[in-house]
């Protein structure tokens, strides 16, 4: 999941007010998120091993590169060695001599692969967040010389939801590319831990320590999992991402177009589909529109899985949304519920869905490697809605007339019951957004703050 804009606001004023010593779970994650999205690209040392029915030991090494969105994957498993690569023109596999530019359902599975690891590697607290909304509030924090270790405190239930949720993840991508398929509703979760350090300086990830164990049925038989793995990690220091040499017959043997650079023509068709496909995407976010999302989505030949894709889109927006409003106000008050949260949510989502906005142009950019699309939007200014409220709610805590419970409670109703007034739309903005095509009528948007933040601004 790309960044999810923030409360920004909110966030200042809570740590404005919060106590000072170890940081919290909540605190700590949030300066982590902060840090690794500065990040520019990353070399990750793993080492790992699986005991079940094939046990192995593994070592290798991925880099990524967030803004080109390339990435490296190379592993030595029981001796063997297999290399990876994809970036947006060419996807390469290299598997002990055979080198070749892999196409077709093969380029599918391996670009799944490498962007599955890159959005793990780029910030794996975000990454496991997917599954369980409320993960960044629940890791004991200790302290050590220079660096912060966050150590997961899941109930029983949270652990093995992730990781039944992350098998099935990695098991949808591998059935692409293996004849052995595996019953993802079969999958059952045993456990789970994680444990990250966090350097005190940088606030950046230094090394994860994950361990798993589940339950899967492959052609109808059971077998088990119970794996380990450990990530080490180096920032900026790539110049580019190692690209695996190709031999010339394998590469010429390749007949995919895909794996070419467009001509003009298919530019220009393949950046009216990213329009298209950004259009859709506000339509499930700001709008929470799934069936706008379908009918606007450049891919009408499989509804059902656009569907899908819709209602995710739909459902992340709501859940980073209310965790992010949480996690501002969390050393402040434990006790926010459900229901707060909700009504927080529906609220902004009643002052977004009065913003306008137009899809203008989109081409493809040489400099970006990326298809952008220029979107005007009249937006609100959200900093001046929050600070209506949040102004004189300030100076009444100061002045000792509130408790932090009583602060909490009253800066919710205030807020949602300003969300549900009239906003002010600015005047209008074009803003460029920035698209990946990953294969045919599929796309990506790399940062969806490029919109969304001039849909709800923050200055």
Request: glycine fraction near 6%.
């Amino acid at each position: 999941m790309k960044k999810i804009m923030n409360t920004g606001l909110a966030l200042s004023f809570a740590l404005l007010l919060s106590a000072c010593g170890m940081p919290s779970s909540e605190e700590l994650t949030g300066d982590v998120k902060e840090a690794q999205e500065k990040v520019k690209n990353v070399q990750v040392k793993v080492t790992g091993k699986e005991e079940g029915s094939s046990d192995y030991k593994a070592n290798g090494v991925q880099e990524f590169d967030f803004k080109s969105k390339a990435g490296y994957i190379n592993t030595r498993m029981n001796g063997e060695e297999l290399k990876m690569y994809h970036d947006g023109d060419e996807t390469l596999a290299v598997a002990g001599e055979e080198s070749t530019k892999v196409q077709g359902e093969e380029k599918k599975y391996v670009t799944a692969l490498i962007n599955n690891a890159m959005e793990l590697q780029q910030n794996p607290i975000r990454y496991y967040q997917k599954y369980d909304k409320n993960l960044p509030n629940e890791f004991d924090v200790t302290e050590k010389d220079k660096e912060y270790v966050l150590t997961f405190n899941g109930d029983k239930d949270k652990k093995q939801k992730i990781v039944a949720d992350d098998a099935k993840a990695y098991y949808k991508i591998t059935n692409q590319g293996s004849d052995t398929a595996v019953d993802l509703d079969q999958i059952k979760g045993k456990d789970f831990s994680l444990v990250v350090t966090i350097d005190k300086e940088t606030k950046q990830v230094k090394k994860v320590e994950k361990k798993q164990s589940y339950s899967v049925k492959v052609d109808g038989k059971a077998e088990n999992s119970k794996s380990k793995q450990t990530y080490t990690y180096t920032y900026n220091q790539l110049d580019n991402v190692t690209k695996p040499k190709v031999e010339a017959k394998a590469a010429a043997a390749s007949t995919d177009s895909s794996t070419e650079t467009p001509s003009k023509e298919k530019q220009a068709a393949y950046a009216k589909e990213a329009g298209q496909y950004v259009a859709a995407l506000i339509q499930a976010t700001v709008y929470q529109n799934t069936d706008q999302f379908v009918a606007k989505h450049p891919n009408q030949q499989d509804k059902k899985q656009v569907k899908e894709k819709g209602e995710f889109q739909k459902s992340s927006f709501v859940e980073f949304f209310e965790t992010n409003f949480k996690g501002a106000l969390s050393s402040l008050s434990s006790n926010i519920t459900d229901e707060q949260l909700n009504e927080v949510s529906s609220a902004f989502l009643k002052a977004l869905s009065s913003i306008k906005y137009t899809i203008k142009d989109a081409a493809y950019s040489d400099e970006d490697d990326a298809y952008v699309v220029q979107v005007e939007i009249q937006g609100f200014n959200d900093a001046s809605v929050l600070a209506e409220v949040m102004t004189p709610l300030g100076e009444k805590y100061r002045a000792g007339e509130l408790s932090n419970e009583q602060l909490v409670n009253e800066l919710i109703d205030g807020v949602a019951k300003r969300y549900r007034e009239p906003v002010e739309l600015l005047p209008a903005k074009t803003v460029p957004v920035h698209v990946v095509r990953n294969g045919e009528k599929d796309y990506e948007v790399l940062m969806q703050d490029e919109y969304l933040l001039t849909f709800a601004q923050q200055s």
